[in-house]
């Protein structure tokens, strides 16, 4: 019955915003459907369609959009240097190690195919008006997530490892990342947008899809986004006005909702070990820092994420060799780290892992360097259009897009690697920001339109980005 009602899901969110396609092109058709197919990724394995064929159907879309935009007279490659360096350490990387090709370019696709993407979007011509429908489709399909996640408390129930929306079938950081990815996105609508109510159900909504997940990083991670949103909000206000006040002390205040909701229905995360349990602050605060430094009792064997990754740079750096620069090649680290398998048994790992951690035991010191190089360079970029843009609605997207790269940051260093994973929608959702975000900075330097033209003109006129 469940994978019954799955399949009429996955019908909604193919005809969601089937008018959208309607007198679209060809590349614009196939992006959306790229995007409805990757969000749809986890639920067609649910449902019993083979890895292959899964696989093949990105690679597929991948390759006609790319062919048919390379096509046009004039194709842009913003940032082609940036991630020349980076295939370049990558493939180096892979020569030294015993990563044959196919475990490379298994490995060069998380971040090939959001290059891609990225490419497409930016180089698409479309009125402003086609890119906010475009806008309005992946934020439905953001929220049909939460639709997703309600079946799932009926007919399986909160659970780690089985679905997350309808995204993946396992994999619980993205019970984490793709909901902190949305309420960053949603919050900085309700900062700049309008303080409506229904975003701050929205973001309910997501921290249910979080709780059906099972995950407690939820909990910690919120209050941090909505603190470090807020605070950039008022860094980008005149003044610090009565309205900054207001919000300061509403999110002050869901941020202790948040953590104590967390803390009293998180069995692991209260002194009861179970759902409704004692509320306990200190417990909450002392149990956190255990499970991300702990250490089995003769301390040659590490568990938690911070000490995973200490332990891991001290192997790897207190004798600098290849490994340390270039890592042990792509997919050397495909055993999973949980259970202390593969390169993880040799590091004395046995454990959740950050993205931080994965990486540097693959791809080597030099890469993760630039690649948090990257994203902060982005982020300053991003929030320097954020400040610049003139239009509330673009304005709004274009500080959710810094946020999501804070969100990026904050999982690859502390969390995850979900932003760089064979599971595409994060991935795929900050490549399309991103060129957008370039694309409003193309438009502010160009001034195509002012908001006195468009007034003179008429509102179904829109500035071609």
Not at 186 to 198: G, N, P, T, W
Not at 445 to 456: G, K, P, V, Y
Request: aromatic share 18%; glycine share 6%; with cysteine.
């Amino acid at each position: 019955m469940d994978k019954i009602l799955l399949i009429l899901i996955i019908i909604i969110l193919l005809f969601s915003n089937h008018k959208s396609l309607v007198g679209s092109g060809v590349s614009e058709i196939l992006l959306k459907i790229l995007f409805l197919y990757v969000f749809i990724f986890g639920a067609l394995e649910y449902v019993g369609l083979p890895e292959f064929i899964r696989k093949f159907l990105i690679d597929i879309l991948i390759g006609l959009l790319l062919l048919l935009q390379t096509k046009r007279r004039k194709f842009e490659y913003p940032g082609f240097n940036w991630f020349l360096i980076l295939s370049g350490l990558l493939i180096v990387s892979a020569s030294l190690s015993s990563s044959s090709p196919y475990q490379t370019f298994t490995y060069y696709r998380t971040f090939l195919y959001p290059y891609i993407v990225f490419l497409v979007v930016y180089n698409l011509r479309m009125p402003e008006r086609k890119w906010m429908s475009f806008n309005e489709l992946i934020f439905t399909i953001f929220i049909l997530q939460i639709a997703a996640s309600v079946l799932k408390l009926i007919f399986i129930g909160v659970n780690e490892k089985v679905l997350i929306g309808t995204v993946s079938v396992s994999g619980g950081t993205f019970s984490t990342m793709l909901p902190l990815t949305a309420i960053s996105f949603i919050f900085a609508f309700f900062l700049f947008y309008k303080q409506d109510l229904r975003y701050i159900l929205l973001i309910l909504g997501f921290l249910f899809m979080a709780y059906m997940g099972a995950k407690r990083g939820i909990w910690i991670y919120t209050p941090v986004i909505l603190l470090l949103s807020i605070y950039f909000y008022a860094r980008l206000s005149v003044s610090f006005s009565k309205r900054i006040m207001r919000l300061n002390i509403f999110v002050l205040f869901f941020s202790v909702a948040t953590i104590i909701f967390g803390s009293k229905y998180s069995a692991t995360l209260n002194p009861d070990n179970k759902v409704g349990g004692r509320i306990d602050l200190n417990y909450f605060q002392e149990y956190t820092l255990d499970y991300t430094f702990s250490t089995s009792e003769d301390e040659q064997i590490t568990h938690g994420r911070g000490a995973n990754f200490l332990s891991v740079s001290e192997k790897l750096f207190s004798n600098l060799s290849i490994n340390s620069i270039f890592g042990y090649g792509p997919e050397s680290a495909k055993g999973v780290a949980t259970y202390g398998e593969g390169i993880w048994k040799t590091l004395g790992v046995n454990g959740p892992i950050t993205g931080l951690t994965y990486h540097l035991v693959q791809l080597g010191l030099i890469f993760c360097f630039l690649l948090i190089f990257l994203a902060f360079k982005v982020s300053a970029l991003f929030y320097r259009v954020a400040k610049s843009d003139t239009d509330v609605y673009w304005k709004s997207f274009c500080f959710g897009s810094f946020m999501m790269v804070i969100v990026f940051l904050i999982d690859f260093v502390t969390y995850s690697s979900a932003f760089i994973s064979t599971i595409f929608p994060l991935s795929f959702s900050l490549a399309y920001a991103s060129a957008i975000v370039l694309k409003r900075r193309s438009y502010q330097e160009q001034t195509i339109f002012s908001n006195a033209d468009r007034l003179a003109i008429g509102h179904n006129c829109y500035p071609i980005i």
